[in-house]
């Protein structure tokens, strides 16, 4: 597979997980931290990066727009629900099992 392939289907796979991620707005962006390690705000930083790598100026709120499909402040207000203190308790053990100790 030639490099521009691989990148070309990469770019489609990070469209759909962004589409995925877009329509499951039951999941909570703390549940995927305890889950995955990573949330759509991980994705929106990692896609500011990827910008600025290239030269491109990019804010938070722009890189997290594309992630989220609508302003954060948007998002936010629509669907993220308050962490239940189980979730702050599994998030927490989880980043005590993540760090490099």
């Not at 070309?8 to 999941?27: K, P, S, W």
């Amino acid at each position: 597979m030639d490099k521009a392939l691989e990148t070309e289907l990469e770019a489609a796979a990070f469209r759909r997980l962004i589409a995925h991620l877009r329509q499951r707005t039951d999941v909570q962006n703390i549940d995927l931290m305890i889950h995955g390690g990573f949330c759509r705000n991980c994705l929106a930083d990692w896609y500011a990066q990827a910008a600025e790598a290239k030269g491109i100026s990019m804010t938070r709120d722009e890189a997290r727009e594309t992630v989220y499909g609508m302003p954060f402040a948007e998002w936010k207000s629509k669907f993220q629900k308050e962490a239940t203190p189980e979730q702050l308790a599994a998030f927490e053990a989880a980043q005590k099992a993540h760090s490099p100790d």
